[in-house]
């Protein structure tokens, strides 16, 4: 199974700052790695998919990067609106599409 | 826009099958990958798995003895079975669309169902 880990756990920020958080596997996957944002009492929402690719709708302050085994979802000029739990999944292997534990961004 | 709605018992005594519905509005459920996934602060996020437009199916090995996945396309809806729960499988259920191709990510969610093992 492929392990995916997180870093940081919680991060605690400010509206107007840029952040990063990283999740690594535990062997390559490639570019199938895509990320969720969950607010509280909300299912996950697709944030970006392949690594870099937004989806529609999704402010352009939002970006991802990485291959491999390591990459990073980097959030620029926080709002309010982005304070959540960030996961991670890969999809390299299936049926267990596997996700990170999550990060808790905190103000 | 498709949405998706989960339906089923909020509590299921220890040993019985856990059954669940998505139903799924604005689209057709003829196109596209569908899963199950299940969250608890135990276990995160854990995906249960999928049935494919074709209706072929493929299950978390963890639990694919306990597992299946059916479609119903005359009322666009795919369901989940769980047999011999315990307490370890209470958890927040979500249904979600994958992709035209297995490995997409999940892009359109049901709001989420919490199932309680409990006598």
């Known amino acids: 199974d492929i392990q995916m880990t997180q870093s940081p756990s919680s991060l605690s920020a400010s509206v107007g700052d840029r952040v990063a958080i990283t999740c690594r596997a535990s062997?390559?996957?490639?570019?199938?790695l895509h990320w969720y944002q969950q607010s509280p009492g909300k299912a996950p929402k697709l944030l970006i998919q392949?690594?870099?690719n937004l989806q529609r709708g999704v402010p352009s302050r939002f970006s991802g990067s990485g291959s491999g085994t390591e990459f990073t979802l980097t959030i620029s000029d926080l709002q309010p609106e982005d304070f959540a739990t960030y996961y991670c999944q890969q999809s390299y292997t299936t049926p267990m599409h596997s996700f990170g534990q999550g990060t808790k961004l905190e103000i | 826009q498709v949405q998706l709605q989960e339906s089923g018992p909020g509590l299921v005594k220890p040993s019985e099958t856990l059954s669940l519905t998505c139903t799924v509005s604005g689209g057709s459920i003829s196109v596209h990958y569908w899963s199950w996934i299940r969250q608890s602060p135990e276990k995160g996020l854990e995906s249960i798995g999928f049935i494919s437009y074709s209706g072929s199916t493929n299950y978390n090995p963890s639990l694919k003895s306990r597992v299946t996945i059916s479609v119903d396309k005359s009322k666009n809806q795919f369901s989940l079975k769980l047999t011999s729960v315990t307490a370890a499988d209470t958890a927040v259920y979500y249904c979600?669309?994958?992709?035209?191709?297995?490995?997409?990510?999940?892009?359109?969610w049901g709001q989420g169902t919490m199932v309680t093992v409990s006598s």
């Open positions: 979600a669309r994958g992709g035209l191709v297995v490995d997409d990510a999940f892009d359109v």
């Open positions: 392949s690594v870099s």
């Open positions: 062997q390559s996957i490639s570019t199938h």
